[in-house]
């Protein structure tokens, strides 16, 4: 039997990397820095400062790099949020805008330039059951939002 890969994101960053990691760690339960590398001898300019930061958020692993300002984040990949509750939602948004801007439909960029997408679990399971008029329904709501409200979503899928 084949080994499952293991497939983890590889951010790209200009400087910042552990910075940001520093960051996302404090704002995600059960997150931790698990490695740092440096820059050695191949890289004069830069030797002795931070090359990559391992970390995990939650029970995802993440390598974020400082590779220099060549590339910067784009809204063609995001990170997404899976929030319970309302509260998690509101948590999660206000700790990931701070110092970033709001997008819609539950998207946002952080301080960094990623972007996220904090969603509540409950309406992905409007948004992918079997009654396509309720997902309708709710997708025309969420639309006309940025930060998702639960409870909108899911009084628009009732109505």
Request: aromatic letters at 10%; one cysteine or more; glycine letters at 8%.
């Amino acid at each position: 039997m084949p080994v499952t890969p293991k497939i983890s994101p590889f951010l790209w960053f200009d400087t910042q990397a552990e910075e940001a990691a520093r960051f996302y760690v404090s704002i995600f339960p059960g997150s931790e820095i698990l490695g740092v590398s440096h820059y050695g001898e191949w890289d004069a300019g830069r030797r002795g400062s931070v090359l990559t930061v391992t970390f995990r958020l939650g029970r995802q692993e993440v390598v974020a790099l400082n590779g220099g300002p060549q590339f910067k984040f784009t809204e063609a990949i995001s990170l997404a949020v899976e929030c319970e509750t309302q509260e998690e939602v509101d948590r999660y948004w206000k700790a990931l805008t701070a110092g970033g801007e709001e997008g819609p439909c539950g998207w946002l960029k952080d301080r960094y330039g990623l972007s996220w997408q904090v969603v509540p679990s409950a309406m992905l399971r409007i948004l992918t059951g079997p009654d396509q008029k309720k997902a309708d329904r709710a997708m025309a709501a969420v639309m006309k939002m940025k930060k998702l409200d639960l409870a909108k979503i899911e009084a628009a899928a009732r109505s």
